[in-house]
């Protein structure tokens, strides 16, 4: 059965970015051939000690608590702890303090006005699976991340086709990332209470500008807080959008299960990136059957191809 509610929601804005081949479509200016994808910070085991962040009991409680129906996103992250998330996003240089991130909780209020969050309904099946999920916006470096699972050994799923996602069919995935995933966040939060979360960023104002030079083709809405906006991305609000959708994320994802990147900041290398993504994926079990070689190889692809 489908992921009906949400999937519908995203299906008229993301039907028309369905390519021809397995889900995957040629992607956005991200780093390829000829450009690294130099310096990540990341988030790997909830590293602040401020109490005001997510942690998973705090997420689990949360989700335990809603029962069923529909919930305020406020119910899922107060604006205490959204203040807390983003200031977590600022200190570690993931986002830059700017007229977007100021205006961040004023947009992330508003959208609480507009939308609420669903909780999967008695047709939706709940996996065991320990999927990994990156909720993080295209064009963020998903399809350059993507080809680094893919050579670790994990059945990646890169810009998804919204209308035809289904618990079944995601099971048959290791990895998924890109569009429709950021529509889909809160959902698959709870389908999949064992899963693993990246969440790619980049500045707002370079993503928005990449998005128009590289999607002209495409419908450009974006990811709020427990769904999609009814916004495009040439709205005024849409950098706070962004920001909104981040601290949001940030704030209900499982602070020891999620790792937060950002490919186009200057404090780290590739290699110390690559590290840290293979410490991240062996600390929660998720090698693949000849891990070593694997690595080997993903290791060679990844930085041969930065330089």
């Not at 919930?71 to 986002?95: D, K, M, Y």
């Not at 916006?137 to 086709?161: F, I, N, P, Q």
């Not at 002209?216 to 609000?237: E, F, L, R, T, Y």
Request: aromatic share 8%; charged share 20%; glycine share 6%.
């Amino acid at each position: 059965m489908y992921i009906a509610a949400m999937v519908m929601m995203a299906s008229a804005v993301v039907q028309a970015n369905q390519c021809p081949r397995g889900g995957e479509c040629p992607s956005d200016s991200e780093p390829q051939n000829g450009v690294s994808l130099l310096q990540t910070k990341l988030q790997t085991n909830g590293t602040s000690n401020n109490s005001k962040e997510s942690s998973p009991q705090l997420t689990e409680m949360v989700l335990a608590g809603m029962g069923g129906g529909e919930h305020t996103i406020l119910e899922t992250c107060p604006v205490e702890r959204f203040n807390a998330s983003l200031g977590w996003l600022l200190n570690q240089g993931l986002l830059q303090e700017s007229n977007s991130t100021s205006l961040a909780l004023s947009r992330y209020l508003e959208i609480a006005e507009q939308h609420r969050c669903a909780r999967p309904g008695s047709g939706w099946t709940v996996s065991d699976k320990p999927l990994i999920i990156n909720v993080g916006e295209g064009t963020t470096g998903t399809r350059s991340l993507a080809d680094v699972m893919r050579k670790l050994g994990y059945r990646t799923c890169h810009w998804c086709r919204g209308d035809q996602l289904d618990p079944g069919e995601i099971d048959s995935y290791d990895y998924i990332t890109d569009r429709p995933v950021p529509f889909l966040t809160w959902e698959l939060l709870q389908l999949y209470p064992k899963a693993l979360f990246f969440m790619t960023m980049r500045e707002p104002v370079d993503w928005r500008a990449s998005r128009f030079s590289n999607h002209k083709k495409h419908p450009q809405a974006q990811a709020v807080p427990c769904g999609i906006s009814n916004q495009s991305i040439a709205s005024d609000n849409a950098l706070q959008t962004y920001v909104a959708y981040s601290a949001w994320a940030k704030c209900v994802l499982p602070a020891d299960r999620l790792l937060v990147t950002n490919f186009f900041t200057n404090d780290q290398s590739d290699s110390e990136f690559f590290d840290m993504l293979i410490d991240f994926l062996q600390v929660h079990g998720m090698q693949k059957p000849g891990w070593d070689m694997l690595v080997a190889d993903a290791r060679d692809a990844y930085l041969s191809r930065a330089h």
